[in-house]
Nanobody, 125 residues
Framework: QVQLVESGGGSVQAGGSLRLSCAAY????????MAWFRQAPGKERDRVAA????????YYADSVKGRFTISQDNAKNTVYLQMHSLKPEDTAMYYC??????????????????WGKGTLVTIST
């Protein structure tokens, strides 16, 4: 079992920045497929970014490319989502998720096994 705990959400004005953190606890293998999803009110949950912690490749949704960066600190079992140039449409509950897929399979699939409880990001105009 892997437990995921997100932090770092909050309210900022458009154009601002936030950094989300996701710490993994419990039985954590050396490498995991980690991803950030978001769900805005009335919309489906979409994958925003993903990283396989055993490599350096990443995935980004088109809507966040160039603004968001996913990164890892394997020593801390933590994944981050640095968000810049935030827009009101980035407002959503952000969830951290994990699976055991590796490499390209991790980046290609949004099917996850473990989920955090989410952290709310609100962007105002």
């Amino acid at each position: 079992q892997v437990q995921l705990v997100e932090s770092g959400g909050g309210s900022v004005q458009a154009g601002g920045s936030l950094r989300l953190s996701c710490a993994a606890y419990g039985y954590t293998p050396s490498y995991l497929c980690m991803a950030w999803f978001r769900q805005a009110p009335g919309k489906e949950r979409d994958r925003v970014a993903a990283i396989y912690t055993g490599g350096s490749s990443t995935y980004y949704a088109d809507s966040v490319k160039g603004r968001f960066t996913i990164s890892q600190d394997n020593a801390k079992n933590t994944v981050y989502l640095q968000m810049h140039s935030l827009k009101p449409e980035d407002t959503a509950m952000y969830y951290c998720a994990a699976s055991y897929r590796s490499g390209s399979l991790c980046l290609a699939s949004d099917a996850m096994v473990y989920w955090g409880k989410g952290t709310l990001v609100t962007i105002s105009t």
